[in-house]
């Protein structure tokens, strides 16, 4: 049995640990992603294992299976953890960029370069594959990181992370670059409470895990993605359009935060465009919550009554709530009122329209005539994404390398002193 | 007497007065600055008169004399005041710029787009001058603004924030863009619990309100300005640059947070350097808070035994904290223990040392033969500065307008789906 080291000490073993890091060139760096991902290659055998306890203990517990699947590893998943991470050596290095760069009337010269934050902590739920990501991702970007996930994946977590450390030290880097943090709930009240120790916290998973981070953590927060996303087909908008960005943003892939949630119909688009588009989402499975001035347009279509806590909802599934809006204000109002800022789509032929909208809507993505799906950091060709962020401090939307880092300036003078 | 209302009414008024502002071009926008001044400009009596009562109330309950003059107004400061809204309304508009841009491999377009965050509250003490100040750059970044000043300038503030708000409705925005926060203690902590009422918050004043909102806030904080600075002095170093840079940073303005506060010293240069840039520091009354180590190089001069505490102090004063080190290692080593991450410098002849100094230290700004002096908003050549950032989220360093935005992803496609 070892004795457990506490919050504080890891974050000073990380932060000691990241100053090799932070002045490592990209060489050592990718070299450390390969010996990672060669590591875990490895221990595949002792992962899958380590799964199949964590696995048998949620099902012992009677845990749901959605979850428990969320929880599974397979041969497949640890190949794509693997290969994420020899993905991430073939990114570019953001540390370094200079961002901006200037001289002084006096001759002093200005860089503002990017820098590693130092020690990030990452606080997500049951999918052990985040593991691996993340522990990438915050070392691409020259950070060491604190990994907290939750009890159920416990070993296979351990699993994943005692190989990732192998590979770090094969790289000749410090371990303590990678660290799980475990122990019982304290353990992320701890992790909330270390100011000054640990530079940026994220989480990651569901809106109940991100709301306790943001309310408790005294530590900077960076906030990912709770999507009530909606789509708005404007009058005169190209029908056919609108229904094929409506079944993808919808169908495509319900569980995820960049789907639809909401659509809003404008009342003089209603009779042409409701009729077939709500008959598609019902052929797709799709349970139609619908306002009053749609139902007239669902004909012999199973609805139910949409609810204010409907408007609210991200469904995560297929079920969608519809309304029809007088006109683009309407829509707008609306989108303010109950949107969580994520991404939000008008399908409109209007110049006009598309130019209130995208101005007036208040979120990290405003979409024109294009899928609320392709708001992503892969669509956007990032090549690695560490979450979507809903706040609009420091990064908004999908977060890649850059994101993971701050800035320094660096000033060079021959002497020069303020007048 | 007017009902006072809630923090969460007044955050409500600046959201909607907001959405008029965030798509105000620069036209409207400088026009308004041009408004705020001329009002300000003829409320001058007004305002001195009110800033009089603030003062004499002051007085009377035996607040410190630097209390009572950072809290005065006259004429002159009033002008400042003036100019400085004007001064605003020359400069470019962040709202707008695009950061980057790309087309998918699908034809969409992506642009990522500057906006305002939509409101900003500000919490600062006794110089009313921030309150104009603030609200300009906040109005010029297309930010509503909640201001909660200290009550001792509770009536200066008041007048300054009615003639600030006739300006804007003269210019034809909604008053509400610029709000007065006034009330007991509690408002401050209605202010902190205001989250997704109110984007950002931003402390302007001494170390303890800076930690109290920091620690308190659920709203994101943007931490300005506490500034522990360090100046190391190489072996190696010229002495005569050496000295100019020091007697720059400390002696010039030492009130400011990028004043040095510690100066370090290779212990290969001690007896080359030491006695004159000593000498030099007591002739311009800087009491010499010194290690043993430095002592015997100090001759007759008055000299303090430096305690640990001093290593960690801000003095914002003619004093500092005088250290003698093997090497760069060991004075890199004491600023990254004592730093407090705001301005940090290195004079040194050695490209070697100048690398490995900018590299290693954590910093807003690092500093290689310049003075620490020219961290600031109006040095770097910005126009204005709401603060300087000591935090690694969002802005680092010197703030002023871009950093008083967000971005936003606009995309355009023409009927795009995810594949």
């Known amino acids: 049995m070892?004795?457990?080291?506490?919050?504080?000490?890891?974050?000073?073993?990380?932060?000691?640990?990241?100053?090799?890091?932070?002045?490592?060139?990209?060489?050592?760096?990718?070299?450390?992603?390969?010996?990672?991902?060669?590591?875990?290659?490895?221990?595949?055998?002792a992962v899958l294992e380590a799964n199949a306890d964590d696995v048998a203990r949620a099902e012992t517990a009677g845990t749901h299976a959605g979850l428990v699947d969320r929880l599974r590893l397979t041969p497949t998943r640890v190949e794509q953890m693997v290969d994420g991470l020899r993905a991430l050596a073939g990114l570019a290095d953001p540390v370094g960029d200079v961002v901006r760069g200037w001289t002084t009337a006096q001759g002093v010269r200005i860089q503002q370069v990017r820098v590693p934050?130092?020690?990030?902590?990452?606080?997500?739920?049951?999918?052990?594959?985040?593991?691996?990501?993340?522990?990438?991702?915050?070392?691409?970007?020259?950070?060491?990181?604190?990994?907290?996930?939750?009890s159920s994946a416990a070993a296979?977590?351990?699993?994943?992370?005692?190989?990732?450390?192998?590979?770090?030290?094969?790289?000749?880097?410090?371990?303590?670059?990678?660290?799980?943090?475990?122990?019982?709930?304290?353990?992320?009240?701890?992790?909330?409470?270390?100011?000054?120790l640990v530079d940026v916290l994220i989480p990651r998973g569901g809106a109940d895990l991100i709301e306790t981070v943001v309310r408790n953590s005294v530590v900077p927060v960076i906030e990912t993605g709770v999507g009530n996303c909606h789509l708005y087909v404007d009058a005169g908008a190209d029908l056919e359009t609108a229904t094929a960005i409506l079944l993808n943003a919808k169908v495509q892939r319900p569980s995820v935060c960049n789907a639809v949630e909401t659509l809003l119909v404008?009342?003089?688009?209603?009779?042409?465009?409701?009729?077939?588009?709500?008959?598609?989402?019902?052929?797709?499975?799709?349970?139609?919550?619908?306002?009053?001035?749609?139902?007239?347009?669902?004909?012999?279509?199973?609805?139910?009554?949409?609810?204010?806590?409907?408007?609210?909802?991200?469904?995560?599934?297929?079920?969608?709530?519809?309304?029809?809006?007088?006109?683009?204000?309407?829509?707008?109002?609306?989108?303010?009122?109950?949107?969580t800022?994520?991404?939000?789509?008008?399908?409109?032929?209007?110049?006009?329209?598309?130019?209130?909208?995208?101005?007036?809507?208040?979120?990290?993505?405003?979409?024109?005539?294009?899928?609320s799906r392709f708001v992503d950091g892969g669509e956007f060709g990032f090549g690695a994404e560490i979450g979507i962020s809903t706040q609009k401090l420091h990064a908004r939307g999908p977060m890649a390398l850059p994101e993971m880092t701050s800035t320094k300036y660096v000033i060079t003078g021959t002497g020069q002193t303020r007048a």
């Open 2 to 45: 070892t004795t457990e080291l506490s919050v504080r000490e890891r974050a000073l073993a990380a932060r000691e640990a990241s100053r090799a890091l932070a002045t490592a060139t990209r060489g050592v760096k990718d070299a450390a992603l390969h010996a990672m991902a060669d590591a875990l290659a490895k221990a595949e055998t």
């Open 117 to 150: 934050f130092s020690v990030v902590g990452i606080i997500y739920e049951a999918r052990p594959n985040v593991t691996a990501d993340a522990a990438g991702i915050a070392l691409k970007s020259g950070n060491a990181v604190l990994l907290r996930g939750s």
């Open 156 to 196: 296979s977590n351990a699993a994943v992370v005692e190989a990732l450390r192998a590979g770090v030290v094969d790289a000749g880097l410090p371990a303590d670059v990678v660290q799980l943090v475990p122990g019982p709930r304290e353990v992320t009240a701890e992790l909330m409470a270390a100011r000054g």
């Open 266 to 339: 404008h009342a003089d688009a209603a009779a042409d465009f409701l009729p077939t588009a709500l008959a598609r989402l019902a052929e797709a499975g799709v349970v139609l919550h619908v306002d009053e001035r749609t139902r007239p347009h669902a004909g012999d279509l199973a609805t139910v009554a949409v609810t204010e806590q409907d408007w609210a909802t991200e469904y995560h599934a297929l079920e969608i709530a519809v309304g029809v809006v007088d006109d683009l204000d309407a829509a707008i109002d609306h989108i303010r009122r109950w949107s």
């Open 341 to 371: 800022g994520h991404s939000e789509t008008i399908v409109t032929d209007s110049t006009a329209a598309a130019g209130r909208f995208t101005a007036e809507i208040d979120a990290a993505a405003v979409l024109v005539n294009a899928s």
